[in-house]
Each structure stands twice: as C-alpha cells, then as structure tokens.
C-alpha cells in the first residue's frame, strides 16, 4: 500500500494554512503542490457519493472501504502516512463530498478541521475522513456471521453520528472486538424494548462496565454464550445505573443551589 514519505507529510501538515484554498478544490492538487508525478499505478479507491447527506452513506462506505484495504493490520492501519494518502490522492472525490471545508470558516478552525479529517488530529482512528470507516469495518466484521457486517449495521444505522464515534473513542470497548460484540448486541435489545434509550448515556455505562468486567474475566476468550450472559448482565443492571446518576444529578444540583445561596 502506497504512502506518503514522512517529509512530504511533515510539509504538508505545516502548510495546511497556506493551501486552505487547494482543500477547497474539485481536483487532486498533490502532484503540483509536490511538483511532480506521483509514482505510477496509483489506484482510485470507488466510494459512494451524492449530492448531500453523505453521512447516510457511512454504512456503505464501511464495508467498501475494509473490503478494499480487508488485507490491512491494525498496526499498518495506526499510520498516519497512509491515510493521508488516501485522503489526498485516492479517495479525493469522497473526502470532498463527505468532508469539504467551508468557504465561511475562519483559519484557525480550517486548520483544526483540515488536521482532523485529512491527517491524524486528536482521537483519529474516529475522526481521520477515512481511517475513521476502516476501523469501524474492524472492529464489527465478523465473518462467522450469516451477514458479516451485521454489527456494522447496527452500530452505523442508527439515527445519529453518536454510536460509531463513542465506540470508537471508548479504548476500553474499542481494543475489545468481543467487547464491541457485546455493547451492540445489548444496544439492539435496548432500543428495542427501552422508550426513551439514551445511547449516549448506555455507552458511557457500558464502557465503564466491560473495564470492571473485563479486570475479572478476559473478554477476548469468551464464547457466544458466555457473551449473552454479559450483555444479560448489562440490561439488569441498567436500571440501577440510571438511578445512581439521577440522585448524582440531584445531589450536585443540591449542592450548587447551596453554594449560590449559602
């Protein structure tokens, strides 16, 4: 897999402010900004585009993108130099559709943006334009299931960006491809059965959970049933996690009004 050299990409990442504008055009820039060709038998990687609401195409993109690059390991896929290829010369089309710049945007937050899309800014295996879909495709294919990108389904077709990016960012569940088994498994159940499911708020549980159970048992080793009866554990005892941040809400509600009105 082709990448770029580390001092094209030292360049490249100091002079983010000076081709803010190339970040804003149709075509690959990167050959005349580095002036001259690119080595030969660079291949265009194919995702799915449209006009707006190209978030909706996550899924898609998931499973087009690992399909491609299935042959990745995760220390070859923690390269920085790799994606920023991608998002520059292969995948140029998508990352303009998916993630243009705004013209409207000042420097500062053009930069920050432009870091964090196209390079590795903070947490990048959930925020790089690309690396973000491989690492999604990672950490839920499973090839011993009917459908293999079952669990991308579920944790990609939800109404919002807040399953797949929490996922990502929890290191206690995403290191843990058994431990994102079990998060979306009870996560489907939850939906199902639960008014009102806060996603947001079950993560947060979840992750803090599977770090206390995972000090006992190790996940990795567990079997499908093994599984069920964690994610049983995690649906019984989210009733008294619930209750316990309801009276912390109170308790620290109680406490600031005392503080302002001693």
């Given amino acids: 897999m082709i990448k770029l050299k580390d001092e094209i990409l030292g360049s490249l990442k100091a002079d983010i402010s000076q081709n803010l504008f190339r970040y804003r055009q149709d075509q690959i820039w990167l050959p005349e900004y580095l002036g001259h060709e690119l080595p030969g038998g660079v ?10 609401n190209n978030e909706k195409l996550d899924y898609e993109n ?13 220390a070859e896929a923690s390269k920085e130099n790799l994606w920023a290829f991608l998002t520059h010369i292969s ?9 243009p710049l705004d013209e409207g945007e000042n420097v500062g937050k053009s930069n920050n943006f432009v870091k964090t899309r196209y390079f590795f800014g903070q947490k990048p295996y959930s925020r790089n334009g690309l690396a973000r879909l491989w690492w999604f495709g990672y950490i839920t294919h499973d090839p011993d299931l009917e459908d293999p990108y079952e669990l991308t389904k579920i944790m990609l077709h939800n109404q919002d960006q807040d399953v797949s990016r ?6 206690n569940i995403l290191r843990n491809k058994n431990a994102v ?3 979306l498994r009870t996560l489907q159940k939850m939906q199902e059965t639960e008014e009102n499911f806060s996603k947001r708020n079950f993560i947060r549980y979840a992750a803090v959970y599977l770090n206390y159970r995972g000090g006992v048992t190790v996940l990795t080793a567990l ?3 093994e599984m069920k009866q964690v994610v049983d ?9 619930l209750e316990k941040e309801r009276r912390a809400k109170e308790e620290k509600t109680a406490l600031e009004k005392k503080t302002i009105n001693p």
Avoid: G, H
């Avoid at 291949?43 to 707006?52: F, M, P, R, T, Y």
């Avoid at 995948?91 to 303009?96: H, I, L, N, S, T």
């Avoid at 929490?166 to 290191?171: F, G």
């Fill in 91 to 99: 995948c140029w089309e998508y990352m303009r559709k998916r993630w």
């Fill in 43 to 52: 291949e265009k990687i194919e995702l799915l585009i449209q006009d707006e």
């Fill in 223 to 225: 079997n499908d049933e």
């Fill in 166 to 171: 929490m996922i990502a960012e929890s290191p």
């Fill in 62 to 74: 998931t499973v087009l993108l690992f399909n491609t690059l299935d042959r990745l390991t995760p």
């Fill in 233 to 241: 554990e995690l649906i019984k005892n989210w009733p008294s996690y």
């Fill in 181 to 183: 088994r079990i998060v």
